[in-house]
């Protein structure tokens, strides 16, 4: 076996590559055009290959870890889906824009592949501390790690990683401007004086909200009907079952307290099964009882 994965955070990747390409003008992802898809990716596996020295090793694939609204992929995300060797992992977005569930599952995955022994190196790009524990795992599994952060200090953009996951990665890459210029570009919306803004090509629509109570204004919660509890508690059962074993500890005796590291793949792995939408607080708090439930001692 001597094969690896590339993890590519696209947050991170692309806040960082629009505050390069535009000179700090912008941090809208919607400022930024990919204009070679199938260019980027091939940087990211060059820039890979030369931090783990990777030249005789196999890829296996590229994850590319993205939040997606209700409305679906856009058209930048169908763009680098159609790139060969490239798997699209969808987190979601809330309501401020944020993407939400990605770093929860780049830990999911990672594990995952370890466990299988499907890869003896990673490279991630992402600046999230909350990987760390990832990172620690898949180390112990004997796979080595290399991170890529996305700076350019010329244009006073910093790499903004964690000292968590530079600290405990086997070795850390860079990519600048001269990787970033010939596939991405600063395309800002043109406006019309007097006209609308306009959109974007690779905008997303926001999400409708909530329905809302007519009295006070406020998102009526959904209620947590039968048919959901049957679901998430099968989703849980199956999420236990996919672990082998590897829940020890999971649980802390005098707190009853989830890991969070677990408790984050918990719920994504539920937010996944139901496939409609984030969970509402009462389905975390339900999921999380069914997981103390049905935890072996």
Not at 149 to 177: I, K, M, N, P, Y
Not at 224 to 230: E, G
């Amino acid at each position: 076996m001597h094969r690896y994965v590339v993890m590519v955070d696209a947050g991170y990747l692309l806040r960082q590559s629009i505050e390069i390409v535009s000179r700090r003008a912008s941090t809208k992802r919607a400022d930024l055009e990919i204009n070679d898809p199938a260019g980027l990716i091939k940087v990211l596996l060059s820039k890979a290959s030369a931090a783990l020295d990777l030249a005789d090793k196999e890829l296996l694939r590229v994850y590319w870890y993205d939040g997606v609204f209700s409305s679906g992929l856009s058209q930048q995300q169908r763009a680098l889906v159609e790139v060969d060797d490239v798997q699209f992992r969808a987190g979601t977005v809330n309501g401020k824009g944020q993407q939400k569930g990605v770093d929860s599952l780049i830990v999911t995955d990672l594990i995952e592949l370890t466990t299988h022994h499907a890869v003896c190196d990673a490279v991630l790009v992402t600046g999230d501390g909350d990987l760390a524990v990832g990172i620690e795992i898949a180390q112990k599994r004997g796979v080595r790690i290399a991170v890529l952060g996305v700076e350019d200090l010329a244009a006073g953009v910093v790499h903004h990683q964690s000292w968590e996951v530079t600290s405990r990665a086997d070795r850390v890459g860079r990519l600048g401007a001269s990787d970033l210029a010939p596939v991405v570009k600063f395309n800002p919306p043109k406006t019309v004086p007097g006209a609308a803004p306009a959109v974007p090509v690779n905008s997303q629509p926001t999400p409708p909200g909530p329905p809302t109570s007519a009295a006070s204004g406020a998102a009526a919660p959904r209620q947590l009907t039968a048919s959901d509890q049957t679901a998430i508690k099968a989703a849980v059962v199956a999420y236990v079952a996919q672990q082998s074993g590897q829940l020890g500890n999971a649980v802390d005796a005098a707190t009853s307290r989830i890991n969070p590291l677990i408790d984050r793949a918990l719920i994504h792995h539920v937010f996944q099964s139901l496939a409609r939408g984030q969970l509402t607080n009462a389905e975390k708090i339900y999921a999380r009882s069914q997981f103390r439930a049905v935890l072996p001692p």
